[in-house]
């Protein structure tokens, strides 16, 4: 049999010739996230439906089938079902990300917990390719801190962080990296690529783990999380907060994405420390 033509991977919705747009019916949407759950214990529930519902009708138009059809796909050949998850959720990252916060860590919050802890535990939580952990990893052996330091760095897709090990980077991930650490961390391997020193890595462990299922490690010292929550409904995310500040050692820093604010921090048990790094009180 003749291997089936797979589309590349990349951000591309080539439309093929016989595309026409078409409207797909809510029903037929609840249907297949049952499907979902059933056939491949996915659970999208938790995550914001038109959000889930628009990047699914994509490949939908895509591949020029309904719901039904897609789902035979993804039954019939594992890329497509790679493809899917790929798409549910976006992995856009680079290291030093704001990276005024980074300089807030690196000069007062870790620093701080140093003061205080022995051994340094770091959660990264929806690190996409690892450009966030390893910027981790690159401040605590800027401070001397590496050989009592682990991060852990972990997220749903397996794609991202098979890359993440990897450690590759476009030139356009160190955009907000000063050229310093670039010179220090970093090899160029092509023109526009480049490769982390593999001194920086050990210190980073990476896991698949699904914030919303699976259990949380405790006594973190630090847990980044950063531009994940946002495809998240409400109630999720309270009881991901919720969940991270049990993980979170008394002192503990909790470090969200620059639109994340959290409004309800006093009843979880936070103070602001700085403006998107907040501290578990009790
Ligand atoms: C936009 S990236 C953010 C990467 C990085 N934290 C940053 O701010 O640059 C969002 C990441 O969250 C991950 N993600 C989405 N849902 C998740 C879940 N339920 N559990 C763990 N990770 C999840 C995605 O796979 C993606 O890599």
Redesign the pocket.
Same mark, same amino acid.
């Given at each position: 049999m003749q291997e089936e033509k797979f589309p590349k991977r990349e951000w591309q919705f080539s439309l093929p010739s016989s595309f026409e747009w078409k409207e797909y019916p809510q029903e037929e949407f609840e249907w297949f996230v049952r499907e979902l759950a059933k056939r491949f214990d996915i659970d999208l529930s938790s995550y914001k439906p038109h959000r889930v519902k628009r990047r699914t009708e994509l490949l939908l138009r895509k591949y020029n089938v309904d719901y039904k059809g897609y789902l035979e796909l993804l039954l019939r050949d594992k890329r497509y079902l790679d493809e899917f998850l790929d798409k549910m959720?976006?992995? $856009?990252?680079?290291f030093f990300?704001n990276p005024e916060k980074w300089w807030e860590l690196r000069d007062e919050v870790i620093p701080l917990i140093a003061k205080n802890s022995t051994k340094l535990k770091f959660w990264?939580?929806?690190?996409?390719s690892g450009?966030?952990p390893y910027s981790l990893a690159i401040l605590v052996h800027e401070l001397g801190l590496s050989h009592r330091t682990k991060i852990l760095a972990?997220?749903?897709?397996v794609t $991202?962080l098979n890359r993440a090990k990897e450690g590759v980077y476009e030139e356009k991930s160190l955009v907000s990296t000063p050229k310093e650490y670039v010179e220090k961390y970093f090899e160029r391997v092509t023109s526009s690529r480049y490769k982390l020193k593999d001194f920086v890595k050990p210190v980073v462990e990476f896991k698949r783990?699904?914030?919303?299922r699976d259990p949380f490690e405790r006594d973190f010292d630090l847990i980044v999380?950063?531009? $994940?929550v946002i495809?998240f409904e409400m109630e999720a995310k309270n009881k991901l907060y919720e969940r991270f500040v049990k993980s979170l050692k008394i002192g503990g820093f909790l470090f969200v994405?620059s639109t994340e604010r959290i409004f309800n921090y006093k009843e979880l048990g936070l103070e602001v420390y700085k403006p998107f790094i907040y501290r578990r009180e009790k």
């Open positions: 959720t976006i992995n $856009v990252t680079e990300r990264s939580a929806g690190c996409s450009e966030e972990t997220d749903i897709d $991202v783990h699904d914030l919303l999380c950063r531009n $994940v495809y994405g």
